[in-house]
């Protein structure tokens, strides 16, 4: 499997609880794709939005950073960078400068993923490294471009995974992007992650479930691997894809990167839409998706099922908890 379009394209969060020798097969077998692998400072709450991540993988013990640092040599070995996420929004100058010490002292940061806010303190605290534009600063609506340029990288998703205008104009200011792939983030969510919270993201899949369908809305939250090749390998204004994926397993994170790498669109039962589409408030009603409708909607192409009454969807919105 060689595929040169993709050569160094795919950022890819840190697994939890990987094993050596397991993350060393998984990157002898994809090194020559994956562009970095990002995770947040080790043992470290305040710089999680997944409380679950904490718990499976970062918590501080000697063990914990000896196998994380063992593992991150392996980075080297592959040629592939290393990204450090600092991109929640209650944590303080001295929070940063205070958790980059056991990683300054053993490791080089190619990357560090940053809110706005934080630019000059990591500037800082990490001179050498490449600076990222964090997709958790909020939506790149009416933002002036040039507040960008300072970055290496600005990372996209959510309304505009499809926006290829927007993409051609950020090009065109010589600003990279990192496209995330596979999140399946609610396109016309009012706040959700950018501080209205949970609540507020629960409340607005039910009400776009209950709108527009569990199939339409997954197939205008997710690029699922046809569409990738189609559409975003070979734009020339795009230069990472990222997968969602630090809390996912490392076999879970192989299945997803190996469907967009073979353009693998095959779905044996509903748990693998997930690879397409990591929302949690989605995920529970999956199994009332039907791949040909999501295919009508995505292509606009009608089958003889597809012409059938919308009989999932019915059924689902019978079943929602209001």
């Not at 699922?224 to 969602?244: A, T």
């Not at 791949?291 to 292509?299: A, G, S, V, W």
């Amino acid at each position: 499997m060689k595929i040169k379009a993709l050569h160094k394209r795919f950022s890819i969060g840190y697994p939890p609880n990987v094993p050596y020798e397991d993350f060393k097969k998984f990157l002898e077998k994809y090194h020559r794709y994956i562009h970095d692998i990002y995770t947040s400072p080790i043992g470290e709450e305040k710089f999680h939005a997944r409380r679950s991540i904490v718990s499976n993988y970062l918590a501080d013990s000697p063990q914990n950073r000896k196998s994380f640092l063992r593992n991150l040599k392996l980075l080297r070995l592959y040629n592939i960078k290393f990204s450090l996420a600092v991109n929640t929004r209650h944590i303080v100058d001295e929070d940063i400068k205070y958790s980059s010490k056991f990683i300054k002292d053993n490791f080089f940061v190619d990357l560090v993923t940053i809110l706005n806010k934080y630019y000059s303190v990591v500037k800082e605290v990490y001179p050498q490294s490449k600076l990222v534009y964090s997709f958790n600063n909020g939506i790149l609506d009416d933002i002036n471009f040039s507040q960008l340029t300072k970055y290496d990288f600005v990372v996209l998703g959510q309304r505009h995974i499809r926006n290829f205008k927007l993409f051609k104009r950020m090009h065109d200011k010589n600003i990279k992007l990192k496209l995330i792939l596979d999140s399946g983030c609610l396109i016309n969510c009012p706040g959700g992650c950018f501080g209205i919270g949970q609540v507020s993201c629960t409340h607005t899949a039910k009400m776009q479930i209950q709108k527009h369908g569990i199939n339409k809305l997954y197939s205008d939250v997710t690029i699922m691997p046809f569409e990738f090749w189609d559409k975003y390998v070979y734009d020339p204004n795009l230069d990472v894809f990222k997968l969602n994926s630090r809390t996912s397993r490392l076999k879970e994170i192989e299945k997803c990167l190996d469907s967009y790498l073979n353009n693998n669109n095959a779905v044996e039962k509903y748990k693998d839409y997930i690879s397409w589409g990591k929302h949690s408030e989605l995920i529970k009603y999956y199994k009332y998706l039907d791949m040909n409708k999501i295919l009508e909607y995505k292509t606009g192409e009608k089958t003889e099922f597809m012409s059938q009454s919308n009989e999932t969807d019915m059924v689902l919105n019978r079943n929602l908890d209001y």
